[in-house]
């Protein structure tokens, strides 16, 4: 993801000496500078970054209804991993899938409200942004679901499957 984040960043440089006629109103804007006050000293910079990244969990907690069915599902599976007692090596995979659907619809809401703040209008480039942030939450849940399957699926079943036999069936 930083990657494409990167690779995005390099492109819309490139493009800027294309278009150097045409203004967009869109576009990275390389002059932006920090005015001195708005320079907080580091030990109160980093409490207040941690307060805010929490101030934004609970606003998506609090205003995302998709973030709440989220969270119902990562409560339910935590319980449900407790419940089967689940080994120190299964929780790792529990908490990646958790944390992989929060994280997507975290960003989603973020590129949504971003979006929003730009223009209500329809546009298409808008309504693209939106539709691909939410595929990244669909493929996420995906991923998630199917980590909970393999993961609980032999504690409900009642049999216990040897993931070592799995994968090394044919060696001895």
Known sequence: MVCCTVIAALLALL???????????LAWRLAATIVKEDI?????????????????????????????????????????????SLSVTEWPWIILAIALVLMAETFNTAVEQTCNAISREHHPAIKAAKDVAAGAVLISAIAAVLIGAFTLMPHVMGNEIDASALYCSGSK
Do not use: C, K, Q
Not at 15 to 25: D, I, K, S, Y
Not at 66 to 74: D, E, F, Q
């Open 40 to 84: 907080v000293p580091r030990s109160n910079g980093r409490l207040r970054s941690i307060a805010h990244a929490v101030d934004g969990i609970g606003l998506l907690a609090r205003h995302e209804p998709n973030m709440r069915i989220h969270l119902g599902a990562a409560i339910a599976v935590a319980v449900a991993g407790i419940w089967f």
């Open 15 to 25: 493009t800027r000496f294309v278009m150097a006629g045409r203004p967009n109103p």
